[in-house]
């Protein structure tokens, strides 16, 4: 039994007074202790309605309408208010996208921080206070003792990050899921920031699940990979394997259109067309419309999940491209 | 030291409007009505009215009459009303803690209601208690502010004889001089219906205030960022959501205070009650110039304080608007 | 611009709206033919009969069929009163926003169009205005003016004396309406179009910005009548409006205020009730404009 285990999950929003809407179309996972995985995709493509909805926090009127999620054996979803918070921010973590808009304005770092030992634990103040401080100190905050009195406003993007960073391994969790933690900062900065997080998870034997549209990012710091479209999963296995050898059109047509893969002098690669909005999904696969490879069966009929990847034509060899 | 900084910058700007509303203060009162008249009477002859204007200073140019005035007031001396033949200060200053009461016991009944109110119906939005709170507050913009006040007089005061709806009963006296209505079941009995009143003209407007405020926070990251922390729901609503929901109902709060000292006085109006306000408008009727310009200062010179208080405490609310501390 | 027939359907299927305009509609008629409507000509002192006064409304049986809602303690007839009361009311909530319009307007194309130190200056005098308080400048101003002028001089001045007192206090809030306006279209490309032929900066203003500044205050003037009219009542109530012998809505209460103690209410009940529903009409058609006009100004609080 992997440490997470999650099975068909989806979720649905309600559309006009009787009808529903899928944004989440059947998503499963496993992950192992200390496993790094990558969840890839556009925009809307569903990767962050995943994270919060691991966690049962999708936000009203949207709700889980399906599927398991197994943390340890126990299925998260069929938690009670209580035994769910005890879970949140104490075995799994979660760092949000934009540092600005994650820590309260009006609390100070230390109050944030403190509070979290405190949901946890029994500890007193002293002791919530040195181990927030260690932390601070973990993720290389200079003068981490200064700063536990410190408002948000007062740091910088980067730091702030950190501090978040610093809140998810407060309790020393098993595993944090991370929602594009660097998209909202300097681009002079994400390279740090995500080393941290990779320095990290190694040194404390932390699951990581790591959601992001960059490619490139995935590449150095996961050890498997899934890819998203439309609201499914496309593509997944081993990262090292599925960049050198995709399978999926989707997949073969995100890495050709890396700025690093492009040639001197040449045009840079892009999928032509755009991904459908949840609400106005083609029928049969949802790549049909961009794919070249898109035959009557593909127009027709949604592609199971078959060895890693959910195609009628996958690519077959490291040569072929889209 | 920046506390310092900021009660001197504030105190220097309330200095310049006190100078402000005391220069047009004492400008019109040169044009209302003739105090040589209402000290004297008819029966006296030109000549010694002539003498009596140059004894008393009113023949000198306007300014040396106006530093007169600052001198005076500055000690205390805002003039003397008519009516009463004595220090319009003083005859002001004896009603104060008659408004000042109802005041508070407006506020306090205003707070506890209003607060949980807002939170309830951000929190729980489809609930009953929620539509009747809505409704009730858009009638209660409606209602012109003074009728609230007679509908709970006449319901009250008159059909149901609960509770008292004139004057403030009893009073007891305290040591220096403060004659207060809550110590005695009689006085506090009277301050019921005006609180009540007052507040209520506020309510509305505050409750739909808070529980807009309140809704847009709860919808805000950080707060979806505590919940993924998994901390408990009472901290993650009372705590981190209305924190923030508070810093735009203070500003809200600051700008009504012009509003509440009039509604004030339509409330003293109406339960007769003996406040500043109920004297400043027998002032008028009775033409008592002194007294007018004297309670005139003396609402400006509140305004002006409570307007400082409430910045002060937003500064205290807000951590973005210190000055700036160690920058990352 | 307003399509003027959609704007008509939409108010014929929404109850809430028609039921506010027929309110209105009703109201407004009775005040303006109130001479012909009216039993009486409470104003002409030689039809009081001081015999007649304070008798209760028809239906408790003591009344008289004379005067339906009964009879103030001059004699007046509660009815006629509240007809040429609400004409007064009326008179000056619309009149007082006409003012507050005009300067109001004025202003903000002023700072919105100009910008620099007069724009800061005039909100700056926005703000002080608006922490001030319409009432309480009213209060102020009213009473040194009443406490000026004797008071016959006073009562034949009163009604020009609220329409330009509460005009001039309220001018704010159609300037801050103006200004962000202004300052949202003059970003569009039609202004530049217009500088580039030569247009003076005043022509600009007024021909090409200005009717695109239209909606929104046609959206604050109907809350604002009502917001007017309830300030007059105010101040009339305190003794610093209309007159006893040309009262409006808020004088009646007024007048009829010390006798709620000794059961006579309806002196009181009837005018209060009929400013209510002035003023509740007025604040839903002035709602109902506002979403339909503007969905975007909608508050989040449906």
């Known amino acids: 039994m992997a440490m997470l285990e999650i099975d068909d999950l989806r979720v649905a929003f309600p559309r006009g007074k009787t009808d529903e809407i899928e944004a989440l179309r059947g998503v499963s996972l496993r992950l192992e202790k200390g496993e790094r995985l990558g969840v890839v995709g556009e925009s809307g493509a569903g990767k962050s309605m995943l994270a919060f909805a691991i966690l049962n926090l999708i936000a009203e009127p949207g709700r889980v309408s399906h599927g398991e999620v197994r943390f340890e054996g126990e299925n998260l979803l069929d938690l009670s208010d209580r035994q769910i918070r005890s879970i949140r921010g104490n075995r799994i973590s979660m760092i949000f996208q934009d540092p600005m808009v994650t820590l309260n304005p009006v609390l100070t770092i230390g109050q944030q921080m403190i509070e979290t030992l405190k949901a946890h634990r029994r500890i007193s103040r002293r002791e919530a206070h040195r181990l927030s401080v260690e932390k601070l100190k973990m993720v290389a905050i200079p003068s981490a003792e200064s700063r536990m009195d410190a408002y948000p406003h007062e740091l910088s993007g980067g730091l702030r990050q950190r501090v978040v960073i610093a809140i998810a391994l407060l309790t020393d969790p098993e595993l944090i899921i991370a929602d594009e933690p660097t998209t909202a900062l300097d681009v002079t900065i994400q390279a740090e920031i995500m080393a941290l997080i990779l320095k990290l998870c190694r040194e404390n034997d932390v699951a990581l699940i790591l959601i992001t549209h960059d490619l490139g990012v995935v590449a150095e710091v996961t050890q498997k990979l899934m890819i998203m479209y439309a609201g499914k999963c496309v593509e997944a296995g081993d990262t090292q394997t599925i960049i050198g050898n995709p399978k999926h059109p989707y997949t073969s047509g995100l890495l050709q259109a890396l700025p690093q893969k492009a040639e001197r002098g040449t045009k840079l690669y892009q999928i032509p067309g755009s991904m459908p909005p949840i609400t106005a999904l083609p029928n049969g696969c949802p790549y049909h419309p961009r794919c070249p490879r898109a035959t009557e069966e593909c127009r027709a009929f949604m592609p199971d999940m078959k060895q890693g990847v959910a195609c009628y034509h996958p690519l077959l060899s490291a040569e072929e491209t889209v | 030291m920046h506390i310092l900084a900021f009660l001197i910058r504030r105190t220097l700007q309330a200095v310049i409007v006190m100078f402000v509303i005391s220069i047009i203060g004492f400008s019109i009162q040169g044009n209302l009505g003739d105090p040589l008249r209402e000290l004297v009477g008819q029966s006296v002859s030109e000549a010694e009215r002539q003498a009596l204007r140059e004894q008393l200073g009113l023949n000198d140019p306007f300014f040396v009459q106006y530093f007169r005035f600052l001198g005076n007031a500055v000690q205390g001396d805002l003039g003397t009303s008519y009516f009463f033949k004595r220090p319009a200060l003083d005859v002001i200053m004896d009603k104060f803690p008659a408004t000042f009461e109802l005041v508070l016991g407006a506020v306090f009944i205003f707070l506890s209601l209003s607060i949980p109110a807002g939170i309830y119906c951000a929190i729980h939005r489809d609930s009953w208690l929620t539509r009747i709170i809505m409704t009730g507050s858009i009638i209660g913009i409606s209602v012109p502010v003074f009728l609230t006040a007679i509908l709970l007089v006449w319901l009250f005061g008159v059909e149901l004889g609960w509770l008292p709806a004139f004057g403030r009963g009893d009073t007891y006296e305290l040591p220096w001089g403060w004659e207060t209505g809550f110590l005695t079941l009689d006085g506090l009995s009277h301050l019921i219906l005006p609180s009540v009143a007052l507040s209520s003209i506020m309510l509305p407007l505050f409750i739909r205030l808070i529980r807009a405020e309140m809704m847009e926070t709860m919808g805000t990251d950080y707060v979806r960022f505590a919940r993924a922390k998994g901390l408990s729901t009472a901290r993650v609503r009372y705590v981190h959501a209305f924190r923030n929901t508070l810093l735009p109902v203070v500003t809200v709060g600051g700008l009504m205070i012009g509003t509440l000292i009039a509604y004030t006085i339509l409330t003293e109006t109406v339960f007769q009650w003996p406040g500043m306000g109920f004297l400043f408008l027998e002032a008028v009727n009775r033409v008592d110039t002194p007294l007018i310009i004297a309670y005139i200062i003396v609402v400006g010179l509140i305004f002006v304080v409570v307007n400082t208080i409430v910045d002060f405490i937003y500064t205290l609310i807000n951590p973005m608007v210190k000055l700036p501390g160690a920058k990352a | ?302």
């Open chain 3, 1 to 302: 611009m307003i399509n003027w027939r959609t704007l008509f359907k939409r108010f014929m299927s929404d109850p809430v709206a028609v039921a506010a305009g027929g309110v209105l509609l009703i109201l407004v008629l009775m005040a303006v033919f109130a001479p012909l409507l009216a039993p009486q000509n409470p104003y002409d002192l030689m039809q009081l009969d001081i015999m007649d006064s304070e008798l209760p409304p028809v239906w408790t049986g003591d009344g008289d069929p004379r005067y339906l809602l009964g009879t103030d303690t001059q004699g007046r007839g509660v009815l006629s009163t509240i007809m040429y009361g609400t004409g007064i009311s009326l008179i000056i909530g619309i009149g007082a926003v006409v003012v507050q319009g005009i300067l109001g307007v004025t202003l903000g194309l002023i700072a919105g169009y100009k910008g620099g130190w007069i724009d800061s200056f005039l909100m700056r005098l926005a703000d002080i205005q608006m922490s001030l308080s319409t009432l309480m400048i009213a209060i102020i101003v009213l009473a040194l003016f009443q406490a000026a002028f004797d008071a016959n001089i006073y009562a034949d001045y009163a009604i020009f004396m609220l329409i330009l007192i509460i005009g001039m206090a309220e001018w704010p809030k159609f300037a801050r309406t103006v200004r962000s306006s202004v300052l949202g279209e003059r970003k569009k490309e039609y202004v530049d179009a217009a500088r580039v032929i030569g247009l003076p900066p005043r022509k600009v203003m007024w021909g090409h910005i200005l009717p695109n500044t239209l909606t929104p205050v046609l959206v604050i003037s109907t809350i604002q009548v009502a917001e007017a009219i309830m300030t007059e009542a105010a101040l009339s109530f305190l003794g610093l409006g209309m007159p006893v012998d040309r009262p409006s809505l808020g004088s009646l209460i007024r007048s009829g205020f010390e006798f709620v103690f000794s059961g006579q209410y309806w002196i009181t009940l009837y005018p209060a009730l009929v400013l209510i529903a002035l003023v509740l009409a007025l604040n839903l058609l002035g709602d109902w404009l506002r979403d339909v006009l503007n969905p975007k100004l909608r508050r989040g609080d449906d």
